[in-house]
């Protein structure tokens, strides 16, 4: 089967990777939400691992970082008043580091996350990890392609987990792994398979 031009190629955008050195971190969701539960994650830790890798890396370089929280309300897996929704101790957001609260997949609705990256005055490129792939990460991606910027999702440091696909048969979790990514990649933004793609 032929593989089809990206979106991306078709209408000239740039596939150069940025260093993270000269990028905004945005860490979608790093919450606890996704390590236990009923919204476990297939390879939530590997993904966190990575994602404390790239948070570290970006820390030595003077990266502005912002970390991102997906708030449900009290009782919810996302609470994050509790212990559930609280932001993964490895990559918890240091002193300054701004912390933004949004309630819907695309961490830019309805939130002060675009007046935040203003006022870091963050250049266009951005760099994401986070959890879910196929959701916060994507639909995130998608805003940020929206409003001018440059997103690149880093994919070592993403996870998602097996859904029901329509026709009721199971999607396992690397395939919409998989789909979530090229998604991304076809348009939104550019896809980094590892961290050290963007810090070496």
Same mark, same amino acid.
């Given at each position: 089967?032929?593989?089809?031009?990206?979106?991306?190629?078709?209408?000239?955008?740039?596939?150069?990777?940025?260093?993270?050195?000269?990028?905004?971190?945005?860490?979608?969701?790093?919450?606890?939400?996704?390590?236990?539960?009923?919204?476990?994650?297939?390879?939530?830790?590997?993904?966190?691992?990575?994602?404390?890798?790239?948070?570290?890396?970006?820390?030595?370089?003077?990266?502005?970082?912002?970390?991102?929280?997906?708030?449900?309300?009290? %009782?919810?897996?996302?609470? /994050?008043? @509790? &212990?559930?929704? !609280?932001?993964?101790?490895?990559? *918890? #957001?240091?002193?300054?580091?701004?912390?933004?609260?949004?309630?819907?997949?695309?961490?830019?609705?309805?939130?002060?996350?675009?007046?935040?990256?203003?006022?870091?005055?963050?250049?266009?490129?951005?760099?994401?990890?986070?959890?879910?792939?196929?959701?916060?990460?994507?639909?995130?991606?998608?805003?940020?392609?929206?409003? %001018?910027?440059?997103?690149? /999702?880093? @994919? &070592?440091?993403? !996870?998602?987990?097996?859904?029901? *696909? #329509?026709?009721?048969?199971?999607?396992?979790?690397?395939?919409?792994?998989?789909?979530?990514?090229?998604?991304?990649?076809?348009?939104?933004?550019?896809?980094?398979?590892?961290?050290?793609?963007?810090?070496?």
């Amino acid at each position: 089967m032929p593989i089809s031009t990206t979106l991306r190629d078709v209408i000239g955008l740039d596939s150069r990777l940025p260093r993270v050195a000269d990028a905004t971190l945005l860490m979608i969701d790093f919450q606890n939400t996704y390590r236990t539960g009923v919204m476990a994650l297939e390879g939530a830790e590997e993904a966190l691992a990575a994602g404390a890798r790239l948070l570290s890396a970006a820390r030595a370089q003077g990266t502005p970082v912002i970390h991102i929280v997906n708030d449900g309300g009290e %009782g919810t897996p996302y609470d /994050v008043r @509790a &212990e559930i929704g !609280a932001i993964s101790p490895e990559v *918890a #957001p240091a002193e300054g580091e701004p912390v933004v609260v949004k309630q819907f997949p695309d961490a830019f609705h309805n939130t002060d996350l675009e007046k935040t990256l203003r006022d870091l005055g963050s250049g266009s490129d951005l760099v994401l990890a986070g959890f879910m792939t196929h959701m916060c990460v994507t639909f995130t991606a998608q805003g940020a392609f929206n409003l %001018g910027y440059r997103p690149t /999702v880093v @994919a &070592e440091a993403t !996870a998602t987990r097996a859904l029901a *696909a #329509p026709d009721g048969t199971a999607l396992p979790a690397v395939a919409l792994q998989a789909a979530a990514l090229t998604t991304i990649g076809d348009l939104f933004g550019l896809v980094a398979p590892r961290v050290q793609d963007l810090t070496v």
